[in-house]
């Protein structure tokens, strides 16, 4: 029998090109960020979006995106599209609904958030404040360092004296430095909850008020701005006559840059 394959070599070498590039790295770069921000199109421009979940549902098994598959006007489902894989297609209705569902609980999740927020100090404004304390810390620090070049410059420290004072004063700059950097992270972590709220929460609201009133391509193009992708998982086949939603999806919400 014939065989037909497509083999990748994936110990390839990678070197530095000889030509001048014809864009800067910079610009290549802008270029990518747009691109993650900017998912692309689940079907192609010259066909209309026929299911609301398109672009959006993932196999948990297999990891491929799920796809739609027409059976007649009440049957429409969405299946996995990898040979061999083990989990079984669902109805699109149900799945939308599921979807629709859990967007409902996230969104209460987001306002239980920003509530318990309002009651409790600003966390931004506590971590602002111990990010300006450690600044000063380590201004000061940095200044007794300097002095103490100058006094063993001036011959007031022997070089003893000075090697023990400079390294205390340095492993408390380095100490300083990796609070800082923790500090940094926690502060860059609390602007995006913040940024993420303040963004889908008036976004999934607007979704949920209209999206009964919508065809399927607005009601994709609104699910792909608040929603990332859901996995989804079924492994036991529905009984006749239902019920159709033993099954397990998980939502991964668009976290906003």
């Not at 799920?66 to 299946?79: A, F, G, V």
């Not at 913040?194 to 607007?206: A, G, M």
Request: one cysteine or more.
């Amino acid at each position: 029998a014939v065989v037909h394959s497509r083999p990748r070599n994936h110990n390839y070498d990678i070197y530095d090109g000889l030509h001048e590039p014809i864009i800067s790295q910079e610009l290549f770069q802008a270029v990518q960020d747009i691109f993650a921000t900017h998912p692309s199109k689940p079907v192609a421009s010259a066909w209309e979006i026929q299911n609301p979940l398109a672009g959006l549902v993932y196999c948990k098994l297999c990891g491929h995106r799920m796809i739609r598959r027409p059976q007649d006007k009440c049957k429409t489902m969405i299946k996995c599209r990898t040979k061999g894989c083990s989990c079984i297609a669902s109805y699109e209705y149900v799945l939308e609904q599921a979807t629709i569902e859990a967007l409902e609980r996230y969104l209460e999740e987001l306002k239980l958030e920003e509530r318990r927020e309002v009651r409790k100090t600003n966390t931004l404004e506590v971590l602002d404040s111990e990010m300006n304390s450690i600044d000063k810390e380590l201004l000061s620090l940095s200044e007794q360092l300097d002095k103490a070049y100058d006094l063993v410059e001036k011959g007031i420290y022997t070089p003893e004296i000075f090697m023990k004072r400079s390294q205390t004063l340095q492993n408390k700059i380095s100490d300083l430095h990796s609070r800082r950097d923790k500090l940094d992270k926690r502060i860059e972590k609390e602007n995006r909850i913040l940024n993420k709220r303040q963004i889908l929460i008036p976004k999934i609201e607007n979704l949920l008020d209209i999206y009964d009133t919508l065809d399927a391509p607005n009601k994709n193009a609104l699910l792909t701005e608040v929603i990332e992708s859901i996995d989804y998982v079924k492994t036991e086949r529905s009984p006749q006559g239902g019920p159709y939603d033993n099954f397990t999806i998980e939502l991964h919400p668009r976290i906003p840059v």
